[in-house]
């Protein structure tokens, strides 16, 4: 064991994220999340809209993901 080990606290997780990324839970950073999980189910939606056969091309192109 390493002495003085006992006393130093460890960050896991996170903590560990929060300590280094002081702008984790900022409005901009909230917002460049949220536009890039919604983009390619917009991406998705438009592609549906062409024919009959752009859902089966989409579906493929999900399930290759």
């Known amino acids: 064991m390493i002495p003085g ?27 460049y999340v949220a536009v890039l999980s919604l983009a390619p189910i917009v991406v998705a939606h438009l592609i549906n809209l ?6 089966l091309l989409s579906a493929i192109a999900w399930n290759v993901l």
Do not use: D, Q, T
């Open 50 to 55: 062409l024919g009959w056969w752009a859902p």
């Open 5 to 31: 080990a006992a006393e130093a606290p460890e960050k896991a997780g996170m903590k560990l994220i929060e300590a280094n990324v002081p702008e984790l839970y900022s409005p901009k950073s909230i917002a």
